[in-house]
């Protein structure tokens, strides 16, 4: 994950402070640069930040100074924000990750388009030999349920033949890549009577377990509308476990916003107009059953999930 | 602009400082808050800001630490990225700015969409009595040669008359929008026998050149672009002056960037295929003039205007 | 609002037609071009538009044709998108409007900043001699509870007063901006004696009624957004106004896409975790009041509004 | 490539038309739906667009019917815009794609933002056994001097070794791919006594010149913005041959605005505020070299290429 050489930079530069007049949050600077990891040879870690819960405040209130308002009264604020999806206030916060993960990870995560990226470029240097190699917990077979989930876990010789050809099909590929590129570390030819393939060809040859990494900004908004879908149970497990990661740095920088975050989208459910037809009806005693709901199966079920009943 | 207990909100802000472990910029920490004057009325302070010229260049090469290359190199790679318009790693950088502006000025403003913004927001509040008002020295006629341009200054009895039915006006129409909120300072009616108007309502009866204010948010890359638009000699004169502010601060933040802005952006000129045709023309030692350059009179107008000659 | 020669312009491209093989909806092919009339001298009007309800679902599986599934296959995976908030394939339809609105409206509105906005200019061109003026019945008193709303209407001299500063006022800069530009409809100076003030300084003493009008361009996802935004109670009543014509434009276009829409978002409610909890101690049959619900007045008095019930 | 069946659904879109009000063009009409093969098996279709030269006109001139004026001033208005980089008239033109690409040109497509993209999901359906394999006159060596380049092109056992390793590891991890898919076509086991992998899972053993396929859709503006640099020649070869596809339809679609495009884009060239310095000196009959010039090696290169004289 991270070398020896890589970790006495990050030291290095946790090491050096300056005096500063902007926003600081103690906790997050003390996780500053310090990578989390994530999966087998991943990692998130915070670069640079930009504003607090108050720095919100500040921009919603368009005010000159910090003011002179109680703690109470900003939480308060912060919470009526979110709860009417006054979205501008939480785009005035800035924070930005360096994030090691597999190309198939940042294939779904680029899809999100309001962030700034530079990713580790192929065309010009060559990849780490690291790829994802999901944990046996992790290892499941198709839903049989839904088209793009997981469903039982393999087990035995099911799984030790899966995990076999994911880690052999990536070594492989990997060698060949290197191969091709016919490179040493320093640049010079591993075999001067060969001429290396061009980087940005050969790297076609890897697999999408393979680790890729990029600097990513985002603004708070943004990354909670990520955060939002990346961390709901629907979402994929690897970029989730990315997504969990990035959650606990939020709580160390706005925990005000985190508190409002939680309560009004993490573990918020939204009702249908037909389902709050239903819910009217069951709140006035009435026995509804999926039939009399006039809600399709699937929207009934979801429903009950939400309410935490039997359907 | 800027009232006493204003500054000494700002004073208190900027009297505050804390330790950080983020890039941090003592040119621009030393303007940090301070409100610089633009127009009659308005201003240009920075808020907060995020990175520095060696953070672009650590974003460009994705790295670990801070790194341990010379000031040359990495002025020499933001001389590249900014040649070849590699733009991402000059998104990785942002600024914060709070800004007091005539609305007519806020209207082009914003028409820049990369940015985030929160306004102060006349349905919520009530606006401050302060017009802008040209100075005589900006105080133009309409040009007769460009529709959107300027042209000579109004004097004597003509531009006496105009600023007296901007001041006039624009008070008479404040001192209405104030009649028919009816109220104090305290929010108490002013006149108790009568309802005030709806503020949502009220604010139509503003001109066009009463001052609001906002937080705005930008990266370094899209302020960049904004900044090129803005300072150009063909951007309106009111907006060019908040614009010409905040190349200031630019300046103080990333003098590396700035340099290469200056040469590659702000003192750069593009020719077109044909242009460039009649260049290699003349560079061969031939004496071209509009007729024989195959280009309309307007296009060899501004290569000329470009190359300093005349036409 | 229309003039008789912009209407003949617009009969005119009514009536020419032309074969296409794209995808064409023929009740918005009826609308086209024609103004629906909003506020007193508004409208909005479609100009053009690119896809259908099947071209959503068409996008969603990336296919070769148009398929041959059955429209209630169609309904249903467009209902499956909305309500598990897939948004891209709502991006892949498209719309186009040219609008007549006041300007403090269209401050409002600019800030959806996902969309293609061409304003008219009045750098360049001069604007019409029109205000939004109230109807006596959108004219109403400031609320006392809510900062930014309304509360009773305004009547008797109250009202006469009111309407009798707005219009007198708009009329009166209006003619003082007409007399500053001192230009007759064909260009040449009403008075040769005087020189006009440049347009682009002239327009700021307009007062914020004054109308202007824009082309803007949004797909289905961002314009839905809007409509949800804009045609809410909390929204003002003039933006309101224009969402709701809007909104029979998109019932026209994509009818299954706005079954959902209504279904899942425009009458759809939002519980937060706190409010769940309490619906399921509600559920299972506890009589809850305030007070044991744990939310805060004003949380509680929203969730009991959202279920139709007395506080 | 394409299939017979994928054809025949192509062909059913194509026999199907109706009649519009909207700008319409013939010759991008004549093409759409219709692929244009790229690369090995991919290609390029239009799927949708709107607008033509002339709604980017009456967008900038937010007009009310498509006007009298002659072509030849349309023409001249759009090389205005283009020249003066007046880019909002342009984003009033869409046009949407079907693509079919390999996976790694598709990681440097997606990194344009401003578009709409709806991907085929591998997440939820399998992959189509296809993979991008350079033709030889494209499999070339890394160059010496460019980083990011391409040299000599690799020739006889060195080229037959590199296609070698590149099909066959294509295969391979796409036949284990598919082996722990364990799926028919029908969707069935194909060895019952196995449990497949889940989709989501097994893709990752894909390399990146597996093919994938997106609907793309972009405003006119954004999309010259994409070509201007992906037909660039230090764009990868790969992603130019998708860019040279679309340009062709861009030339059918809005014939002024590409011929100004060509003119003040493509064929244009800018010159720093360094080098428009030399320019002049060498206007000025003065024989400029390097030295002299006060330019990087690197500037005076590029310099000299844009004006076709030797260094």
């Known amino acids: 994950m991270i070398t020896r050489d890589q970790q006495a930079e990050i030291d290095a530069a946790r090491a050096a402070t300056a005096q500063t007049r902007r926003a600081t949050v103690p906790a997050l600077e003390a996780m500053l640069f310090q990578a989390t990891p994530v999966l087998d ?7 640079d930040y930009m504003g607090d819960d108050a720095a919100i405040v500040q921009a919603a209130r368009v005010s000159y100074g910090r003011g002179t308002r109680k703690v109470s009264e900003d939480a308060g604020l912060i919470r009526y924000l979110m709860r009417h999806r006054h979205s501008t206030p939480f785009e005035m916060a800035e924070i930005k990750y360096h994030v090691k993960l597999p190309i198939f990870v940042a294939r779904q995560w680029i899809r999100h388009r309001t962030a700034n990226v530079n990713e580790y470029s192929a065309r ?38 899966v995990l076999d050809i994911l880690r052999s099909d990536a070594m492989r590929t990997y060698d060949n890549y290197a191969h091709m590129l016919n490179e040493a570390p320093d640049g010079a030819p591993l075999d001067p009577a060969r001429q290396g393939l061009a980087r940005e060809l050969a790297r076609m040859n890897l697999t ?7 600097y990513w900004k985002c603004d708070l908004h943004n990354l909670l509308h990520f955060l939002s879908l990346r961390t709901d149970a629907h979402a994929q497990y690897e970029i989730r476990a990315y997504a969990d990661a990035m959650l606990a740095t939020v709580e160390a920088w706005v925990p005000q916003t985190f508190a409002a975050f939680k309560d009004f989208r993490l573990g918020a459910v939204t009702f249908s107009a037909g389902m709050l037809a239903v819910l009217k009806r069951m709140l006035a005693g009435e ?3 999926q039939k009399a709901s006039g809600l399709s199966k699937r929207e009934w079920g979801e429903m009950m999930a939400a309410l935490g009943r039997e359907g």
Request: hydrophobic share 35%; aromatic share 10%.
């Open 41 to 47: 040879h991943g990692f998130v870690r915070v670069i």
């Open 287 to 289: 026995a509804v059953d």
């Open 124 to 161: 010009y240097s060559i990849l780490d030999r690291e790829f994802y190699i999901p944990s046996p917990e992790h290892l499941a077979a198709q839903s049989d349920s839904n088209r793009q989930g997981r469903g039982d876990l393999l087990t035995g010789d099911a799984a030790a033949e």
């Open 208 to 214: 999408l377990n393979t680790y890729t990494q990029w």
